[in-house]
């Protein structure tokens, strides 16, 4: 609904060390070619799953 306001139920924080910098500032450039199959939640699963980060699926679709 527009001009509802609502807090949201999550958050998602990344840190980047400085050897990865350069690599990161390629894939964001590069964002508007990303894949159209993948969503923002299966991304934003991948970044989690990849280091093996716990989160809770019911946010994904909440």
Same mark, same amino acid.
Do not use: I
């Given at each position: $609904?527009?001009?509802? %306001? @609502?807090? =949201?139920?999550?958050? +998602?924080? !990344?840190?980047?060390?400085?050897?990865?910098? *350069?690599?990161?500032?390629?894939?964001? #450039? +590069? =964002? #508007? @070619?990303?894949?159209?199959? $993948?969503? %923002?939640? *299966?991304? %934003?699963? $991948? !970044?989690?799953?990849?280091? +093996?980060? @716990?989160?809770? @699926?019911?946010? $994904? +679709?909440?």
């Amino acid at each position: $609904m527009r001009g509802r %306001f @609502e807090w =949201q139920s999550g958050y +998602g924080a !990344f840190t980047v060390s400085h050897s990865n910098v *350069e690599a990161v500032k390629k894939c964001v #450039a +590069g =964002q #508007a @070619e990303h894949p159209r199959w $993948m969503t %923002f939640a *299966e991304a %934003f699963v $991948m !970044f989690l799953k990849r280091p +093996g980060v @716990e989160y809770d @699926e019911w946010h $994904m +679709g909440n």
